[in-house]
Nanobody, 114 residues
Framework: QVQLVESGGGLVQAGGSLRLSCIAS????????MGWYRQAPGKQREPVAT???????NYADSVKGRFTISRDNAKNTVYLQMNSLKPEDTAVYYC????????WGQGTQVTVSS
């Protein structure tokens, strides 16, 4: 069974940076798509950024120019570098991987204070 474990969340002031990591454990031959999603209190989960096995990225308009997604295929790991953080970025961030099945991490809290 594949498990995803996120790390790197925390409390940061507006304008600061955080780097999230998500590593997959278990037997995975190929991960087609890796992504980060977030869910703020009282809101639905929304996509933040995705990256294909070939390195094609896609970002939500609200994070373009501030967030960067990257992956290390050899380590089955996906990263999210978040710069110029805003209070509206406060949410629980989840990673997702699609490899024939879909798996989700447990989430990591990101809190941005004004």
């Amino acid at each position: 069974q594949v498990q995803l474990v996120e790390s790197g969340g925390g409390l940061v002031q507006a304008g600061g940076s955080l780097r999230l990591s998500c590593i997959a454990s278990g037997s995975i031959l190929s991960i087609r798509l890796m992504g980060w999603y977030r869910q703020a209190p009282g809101k639905q989960r929304e996509p933040v950024a995705t990256i294909t096995s070939g390195g094609t990225t896609n970002y939500a308009d609200s994070v373009k120019g501030r967030f960067t997604i990257s992956r290390d295929n050899a380590k089955n790991t996906v990263y999210l570098q978040m710069n110029s953080l805003k209070p509206e970025d406060t949410a629980v961030y989840y990673c997702n991987m699609i490899y024939g099945y879909s798996s989700w991490g447990q989430g990591t809290q990101v809190t941005v204070s004004s």
